[in-house]
């Protein structure tokens, strides 16, 4: 019977197997066309085209003017203390709470997956903003000035990175609702602030959401930090997150 199976894998034409694995990995597929190769698309478009006009898109001042002719004291308020919850260093903490929560449970796929989607999302922003060196804008006496450089948002690409994160390890349970609504708002909000206090284009929001959401996304393809543990139905020590996946297991088997 196994030499049947041999016989019909080894005559299995190039054109079935590959059908056959578009059919078995379609959805990881969609995730990195939608997730990776999109968003890392439109950075690249923006950051050419700021790289070519320092002053950015044809949009990006009219948005801003719009914005801020919304301003009031109560706004202000606001837009103050949203853009000091959406601080990177604020984040800090709440991914060291989690990354001890993982760390005791032992599961290192998720531990792994958080420390290299947060670090390396800190590497890619210094790096983009000392290669860039965009001004930020100065349309206004800003209540909360900035002196560092604008390309891309630090608080753009920390608030993607914080809520992808969660929403990867919560995967595969009911929570990743609650995460992706609440989530969502908490992106928008502080996006919102960094343009009320004119302190970021429109341009270096969006290329920070696009470069975090690519990375994050690319990362999980890679560490797969949303594989569920195997549960044991007899009260015994269920697997740790240790336990390699099938393909991960194969490689080690031919080294």
């Not at 609504?181 to 341009?203: E, Q, T």
């Not at 270096?204 to 470069?211: H, Y």
């Amino acid at each position: 019977m196994e030499k049947v199976k041999i016989a019909n894998q080894e005559s299995q034409s190039p054109l079935s197997f590959l059908k056959n694995l578009l059919i078995a990995r379609w959805r990881s597929l969609l995730l990195l066309l939608i997730g990776v190769y999109l968003p890392l698309q439109v950075f690249e478009i923006l950051t050419v085209k700021i790289w070519e006009n320092q002053a950015g898109l044809p949009w990006d001042v009219p948005i801003l003017l719009a914005v801020h002719s919304t301003a009031n004291p109560q706004l202000d308020v606001l837009a103050v203390t949203l853009a000091i919850i959406g601080l990177p260093w604020t984040a800090i903490p709440i991914l060291g709470a989690i990354a001890l929560i993982l760390l005791l449970q032992k599961r290192w796929r998720s531990l792994a997956y958080l420390l290299t989607a947060s670090v390396g999302s800190i590497i890619i922003n210094r790096a983009a903003k000392e290669l860039m060196h965009r001004v930020r804008p100065q349309l206004w006496q800003s209540i909360a000035p900035e002196s560092s450089f604008a390309f891309p948002s630090a608080h753009a690409m920390t608030s993607i990175t914080l809520v992808a994160i969660l929403l990867f390890l919560t995967w595969a349970s009911s929570w990743r609702w609650l995460v992706l609504i609440f989530g969502s708002l908490y992106v928008i909000a502080i996006a919102w602030c960094r343009l009320y206090l004119g302190v970021h284009f429109p341009s270096d929001i969006l290329a920070g959401w696009m470069v975090a959401f690519g990375w994050t996304t690319g990362v999980s393809l890679i560490i797969k930090p949303y594989t569920t543990k195997t549960q044991s139905v007899d009260g015994d020590r269920p697997e740790d997150e240790t336990t390699l996946l099938p393909e991960e297991r194969k490689l080690i088997t031919e080294d």
